[in-house]
């Protein structure tokens, strides 16, 4: 295996994008370390991104958008106050990958690139309407979040093509986020269900609502139909249970070691509302 | 004398008999007498079995004196954890 | 296989090492650096107990590459009592009989310094999730949890 | 004499630091992969990935020809003609004509680097004749179950059995008929437990070297290394003498590392490459996959019951599968499923059965949990029924000493009542409970092991003492060891250092298993102190010229008594000490036995839980264990025995469990998946230490290791039921089966 240590990003596409072999990026390597000792994966090149300039920074843009850098662990995200106050969804879910330690290494691009479908940090990224920036031999695109995942494992770059930073929309007034995710142990589980909700409010009333869910398909899915069921509403009760009604209605998890799909279909309505009203409190200031 | 008592599960090589008395002087003895006895006993004692003298559970010391009176179980060996 | 040449600090000390770029920073710690200390519970990042604090971040050296050790900083379980005097915590573990076999126990010291130089006066809860990503098998984790309160509470007090 | 009440002992019962305690919070003391040498190859193993396959072909070509990879074993590297358990052994080490379990070993490699090893390996072809496997313990044994190995079954099966049945137990006593006759309710269920792992975190690992003289060296982190040079020796075909074997520190074991897996292997692999060491290491899925977790179970209970809750009689019959050998401790679980009831009738009947998994090793009381799980939720569940209070149910039928117990011998002293009695007085009972909430309460028992004992002892020239034992400590056993030597020879604690010594220096010795090493080992070092006592008190005597028997030992020193006391100033253990090369020689003691006396020990837990009725989910809010320690010598490791036991069963209970797929692999060999109890799972284990003196040990020791892992089975199933009205009869009670219960009850 070689080693690189690209200084830009253009570079560290150009060497994925002449290798012949198997690649793999490294950021903070979670994943992939565990893959390597486990045989499951063994790479001709390893590229470090973390000797790029600006990867491991949190920028907030005069709009009031966000860029993360790409080897920001969870720890830093953490650590970092005004992104915290704006989106405590997407720092719940990656500091939810892994124990304090995985913490000081793992990243959102990690997180969204290894491709599982019970990615913690995704369901909130998507919700919150979040863009990857991917430059690639053929130069840079932007791309949703939720386009980059299209199957356990896989992802929509293509061959040299990497993740240079991503873009979180400016919170604005009264929004909020939330992520709840079920796991058997109260840590250093994978979810077997994940719900993301990220909304904003007119008042007491939602105005506008993305609902994502985690490990109920073979990617995180956006329900826009469980949104619409709480926009316009106060989150009321009857709100919430016809919210969770469609969530429930609307998954298609698989049967797995970590949960029946019958488990996974009852337990995502009730994340979901329990999202919801974390999100939605959120909103209002009162938490 | 000294009581006999076996695990139920050898009811079948003692003709439905679990307890015996004995005037055997040792364990070794009281064994071997058994088996002379009920034959079908032999490799089920030579697999290994647990002895309880008394209640005190100890290694089956075939040289081991029964003292008069003393109640002798056999169980199906133990293996510890 | 070539392999590469790495400088950092480990405890202060500079060393040096070859590494194939495949080892893990915790191949390298045990067995180029002989700090084996440092333990090997899972190499998944699920038991901790080769946690190690790389420029003041705690991970798992597990989950690094030996490469990456370049200029760093890293700190182990053998820098942790200085000049001979043990650390509050290492004390406290004694005293509490906060080990038993004592495998997972250098992990679970470095994790918990990393916590205390975070939070001075950190509440059951939050050591208790702070570490739970260090596995220990034998002690039910009650003694651990008590001997870093109790750690802290000395060390606010000795601050 | 040793001092045998309590307020005459000065270190039995305190809490001194640990002597290895400053080695392992400063990472200086060296475990099983800790080891290194001159010339040191790694190994790295080839294993199964089917559940039951035929061997075809073993192709070593490609990886023999890598540089740097110097050897490779098979299983024609290893003599044959064995039989029994040795053959057992073997067959687990490495397959024969077949794999019988996903991960069971069939090649082994060495090579220059770790890396180079785990390449090689994979470079390794085997091919496969897949063959019809079996992994449940019901399904092995019905009439077309896959036949695991022919003739596998012993003398106590039957005829008419599945081939799979390889062991039958069963005993009881009284006339059953009678007893259930005269119950008000008689109530049978059926109860199951899945395979769990020890979980110890330090992965087995070993450095074995071999000449081509026979002559082996091991280093190895294990419970017993007198075990491990019997097994390696009896798989190679060598002589037990010719292996020393040191044991390193051990990194937890819990009945686990008692037997043999990987070891021989390095020994073998070593005589292949000239005799250079060879280490190695299991990774963590090799330990899940391939070394023993503990039996599945599935038991039928049936329990006798009057209204006021008189228990009239009670049957068992269990079924235990303990992988591809024989083995599952269903043996042992039916020796503690009533005993700590005192019923006129019972019968219990057991099966041990093959399937298509790793060998079982022991685990902390095996078969106890099992059997607590089902007997201690059936007593629960008719508690309920009647309405009676489940502690009041237990004090009324709890056995008794010197009258006779559920397994056939009468008891000596034991403590259930006073343990039982301990538990109503505690505080947690009366804590109020909210919505959702329930409390379970639940017995359990575990014996207490002898075993080949040796211990040795040596005065020191300044009169300090070195003991040397051969049970590893696992937990804090030194400190035990030094604290009953010190004790008997009246010296201080810091004045004694215990060593755990190779199998060159001592006399046989069992593992630290079948919680034997305070009450067999800590016997034994105190009949050596005592022999050393009776030298050094010879000593003193010749010195004043007055018979040794006029001569008593106290405070550290030799003093003249009877009519000579105070006719001479005593001689400390210093003098004796630095006189002994002129009075006669070194001084030294030691003792070699089974010990006799063992104490068994009673423990009865609380649990308060609460459970999340819209997930599922279980949390443990508080939790009491009160257990009969006969007498606590170090009573903070007796409490970490307690707690670490009681977490053990926790995580048995509502998380951990072996998954296989249709084909017969296993889903979750890593810790992320196989889930072990993390520390936000938990809150504090509150203890209470009873203590009922062993008369059978000088100090009153009991046997305390094992005990605390069987109630929490049935006492977090019993708490979930006093919860959510849901009896949880299948265990682990994950979140998914919960809630699915929890549904089903309310359409039902």
Known sequence: MKYHCPKTFADAAQIAADAT??????????????????????????????????????????????????????????????????????VEGLELVGSTQVQGRATLTGNLCNGSPAADSVPAMIAAGAVAHVVGPNGARD????????????????????????????????????????????????????????????????????????????????????????????????????????????????????????????????????????????????K | MVKIVLWSGLRRFTDGTLEFETAAPTLGRAMADLVAQYPGLGPIFDQGVSVAIDGDIVPPNPAMALPDGAEVHFLQQMRGG | MSKIHITTKVNGEEVEFLADPRDTLLDCLRDQLELTGTKEGCSTGDCGACSVTVDGTLVCSCLMLGVEAQDKQIETIEGMAEDGELHPLQRKFIEHAALQCGFCTPGILVAAKALLAKNPDPNETEVRYWLAGNLCRCTGYDKIIRAVMDAAAEMRGAA | MAKDTANELRIVGTRPDRPDGLDKVTGRARYGADISAAGLLHGAVVRSPHAHARIVKIDASKALALSGVKAVVTRADFPTGLTGEAWDLQENTMAGERALY???????????????????????????????????????????????????????????????????????????????????????????????????????????????????????????????????????????????????????????????????????????????????????????????????????????????????????????????????????????????????????????????????????????????????????????????????????????????????????????????????????????????????????????????TSVSMALGEDGTVTVSIGTPDIGGSRASMAMMAAETLQIPYDNVRVNIVETGALGVNEPTHGSRATFATGKATVEAAQSMIVEMCKRAAAKWGIEPEAVEWRDGAAHPAGPNAGEYPPMTIGEIGAAMSNTGGPIAGHHESVPAGVGESFGTHVVDVE??????????LRYLVVQDAGRAIHPAYVEGQYQGGAVQGIGWALNEEYVYDDMGRLQNPVFLDYRVPVASDLPMIDTVIVEVPNPGHPYGVRGVGETGIAPPLPAVANAVAAATGVRMRHLPITPSKLLSAIKASKNG
């Open chain 4, 102 to 452: 996903d991960g069971h070993a069939v090649a082994a490699v060495a090579a220059t680097s770790a890396q180079l090893a785990r390449d090689a390996a994979k470079l390794i072809e085997v091919e496969y004749e897949i063959l019809p496997h079996v992994t449940d313990v019901d399904a092995a044994m019905a009439p077309d179950a896959p036949i695991i190995r022919e003739g596998a079954a012993d003398h106590s099966v039957p005829e008419g059995l599945h081939p799979n049945v390889v062991r039958y137990i069963e005993f009881g006593h009284g006339d059953l008929e009678a007893g259930f006759a005269q119950a008000d309710i008689v109530r049978e269920h059926q109860y199951k437990t899945e395979a769990a792992h020890q979980g110890y975190i330090e992965p087995h690992a070993c450095m074995g070297q071999m000449g081509a003289d026979g002559k082996g060296e091991m280093w190895v982190c294990t419970q017993g290394h007198w075990f491990i040079r019997k097994m390696c020796t009896q798989v190679l075909g060598l002589d037990a003498s010719q292996l020393r074997v040191t044991p390193s520190e051990i990194g937890g074991g819990f009945g686990g590392k008692t037997t043999i897996f990987m070891e021989p292997l390095s020994l073998a692999l070593s005589r292949k490459a000239g005799g250079r060491p060879v280490k190695i290491v299991m990774s963590r899925s090799e330990v899940l996959r391939a070394t023993g977790p503990t039996a599945s179970a599935s038991m039928d209970v049936k329990i006798g019951m009057t209204k006021d809750g008189k228990i009239t009689a009670g049957s068992a019959t269990f079924r235990m599968q303990g992988g591809a050998f024989a083995g599952a401790p269903v043996d042992m679980a039916l020796y503690c499923a009533f005993a700590a009831y005192k019923v006129p009738a019972l019968q219990h009947v057991g099966y041990d059965v093959l399937a298509n998994r790793p060998k079982a090793a022991a685990y902390r009381a095996p078969g106890s949990p099992m059997a607590a799980f089902a007997v201690e939720s059936l007593v629960d569940e008719m508690c309920t029924e009647l309405g009676l209070d489940p502690l009041e149910v237990r004090v009324k039928n709890a056995a008794q000493s010197h009258e006779t117990s559920s397994f056939g011998p009468k008891f000596g002293v034991i403590g259930l009542n006073e343990t039982l009695a301990a538990t109503q007085a505690h505080p947690n009972l009366s804590v109020p409970l909210g919505p959702n909430q329930g409390r379970g309460i639940a017995s359990g028992f575990w014996f207490n092991h002898g075993g080949d």
């Open chain 1, 143 to 286: 791309v949703a979040v939720a386009d980059i995942p299209v199957g356990p494992g896989k992802t929509s770059l293509t061959k040299g093509e990497l993740i240079s930073a991503f873009t979180i929309p400016a919170r604005g007034a009264q929004g909020g986020d939330a992520y709840l995710r079920f796991t058997p142990r109260t840590e250093m589980d994978i979810a077997v269900v994940g719900c993301a909700v990220n909304l904003t409010l007119d008042g007491d009333r939602v105005a506008s609502a993305r609902v994502a869910m985690g490990a109920v398909a073979p990617t995180v899915i956006v329900m826009d139909q469980a949104a619409d069921a709480i926009i316009g509403t106060t989150l009321d009760p009857q709100a919430l249970d016809t919210m969770a009604t469609i969530v429930s209605g609307a998954v298609k998890p698989i049967s797995d070691k970590r949960g029946t799909a019958e488990f996974r279909t009852d337990i995502a309505g009730v994340l979901a509302k329990r999202a919801a009203k974390i999100a939605y409190d959120r909103a209002k200031g009162t």
């Open chain 4, 611 to 620: 459970v999340d009725p819209e997930t599922g989910r279980t949390t443990i």
């Open chain 1, 21 to 90: 072999g198997v690649i793999r990026y490294l950021a903070g390597g979670t994943d992939v370390l565990v893959q390597m000792r486990a045989g499951m994966v063994t790479p001709d090149d390893m590229i470090d991104l973390k000797h790029i300039p600006g990867v491991k920074e949190i920028v907030q843009n005069a709009d009031g958008s966000w860029t993360i850098g790409v080897a920001v662990a969870g720890a830093e995200l953490g650590a970092h106050a005004g992104f915290c106050a704006d989106y405590p969804g997407i």
